[in-house]
């Protein structure tokens, strides 16, 4: 790859792993939250019991594992740039007795695998942070053998996801923040619709289809909500980090006003929508 993909491969690599341990802590809450797309990736993929299976952007191991509990014959690898995630992903796998899944540090742009390995690739939101989109696919199309099925979901439009526009768009009330470059690595760098769908044909996938997963993330209280922001998304801890004290309190006080708004039943409660897409090799 070419030294400025390089350089962001090697970003995402580190933030990662200064995230691990805020992804470790809130781990049960996140599997909660991003069942509903593992779950239309499973789906979508026909697992079979002696599938071969690699699972890229693992994380801290979903939906591998899951994958891994119906590949009962089979064997699932778990693909993530961050050692510190793949800590955790392992931890997960011993501790439910899952010996059939394999956690190893790789990068998608550059797998290390032979051609025509695995029946089938999950990736559950982690096509909007590769460096390059479009190699990822072509990779990922290399190692599934023919017949082979992929599934992957990506976040929608900011606007269909205020658990996490209703934090960015407070601290755009309160910061000038900078514009990002055009489709460069963040949540929302695939929410168009189309266009991973697009990457995913012009590298040789057929039957390529999309589909909208939404639902509802809830919290007990506004301050609960401001934690896991600050130990789990790493954008909003970045541009935190630049906000004197006076405005971070202001950002904190115009949330919470905002997050009262939200309440349901006693629990604030913020719609999420992501894009799930499949695709066969032919």
């Given at each position: 790859m070419e030294a400025t993909l390089l350089q962001i491969r090697d970003q995402q690599r580190q933030t990662w792993d200064t995230f691990s341990p805020g992804w470790k802590k809130w781990d049960t809450w996140a599997m909660n939250f991003m069942r509903p797309m593992g779950n239309a990736i499973i789906e979508s993929l026909h697992i079979q019991p002696a599938a071969e299976v690699?699972?890229?952007?693992?994380?801290?191991?979903?939906?591998?594992?899951?994958?891994?509990?119906?590949?009962?014959?089979?064997?699932?690898?778990?693909?993530?740039?961050?050692?510190?995630?793949?800590?955790?992903?392992?931890?997960?796998?011993?501790?439910?007795?899952?010996?059939?899944?394999?956690?190893?540090?790789?990068?998608?742009?550059?797998?290390?695998?032979?051609?025509?390995?695995?029946?089938?690739?999950?990736?559950?939101?982690?096509?909007?942070?590769?460096?390059?989109?479009?190699?990822?696919a072509q990779e990922m199309y290399r190692v599934l053998k023919p017949g082979g099925r992929l599934a992957t979901s990506v976040w929608a439009s900011p606007p269909q996801n205020p658990w996490i526009s209703t934090m960015m768009g407070t601290i755009a009330s309160q910061m000038a923040l900078p514009t990002p470059a055009p489709l460069a690595p963040g949540m929302f760098r695939c929410a168009q619709p189309g266009l991973l769908a697009g990457l995913l044909r012009n590298a040789g996938f057929q039957h390529v289809e999309e589909k909208t997963v939404t639902g509802l993330l809830t919290f007990a209280t506004p301050e609960e909500y401001w934690q896991n922001m600050l130990e789990v998304a790493a954008p909003v801890v970045a541009i935190l980090s630049k906000a004197?004290?006076?405005?971070?309190?202001?950002?904190?006080?115009?949330?919470?006003?905002?997050?009262?708004?939200?309440?349901?039943?006693?629990?604030?409660?913020?719609?999420?929508?992501?894009?799930v897409l499949s695709a066969v090799k032919s």
């Open positions: 690699l699972d890229v952007a693992t994380g801290t191991g979903e939906p591998g594992l899951t994958i891994a509990r119906l590949a009962t014959q089979g064997h699932v690898v778990g693909l993530d740039l961050s050692e510190g995630m793949l800590a955790t992903a392992r931890e997960n796998a011993a501790q439910q007795g899952i010996t059939n899944y394999q956690a190893v540090a790789g990068d998608v742009c550059e797998l290390p695998f032979a051609d025509q390995r695995f029946d089938a690739i999950s990736c559950r939101m982690g096509f909007m942070f590769f460096p390059d989109m479009q190699l990822a004197d004290e006076a405005t971070r309190a202001a950002i904190k006080a115009a949330l919470f006003a905002a997050l009262e708004q939200q309440v349901v039943d006693g629990k604030i409660q913020l719609p999420f929508a992501s894009l």
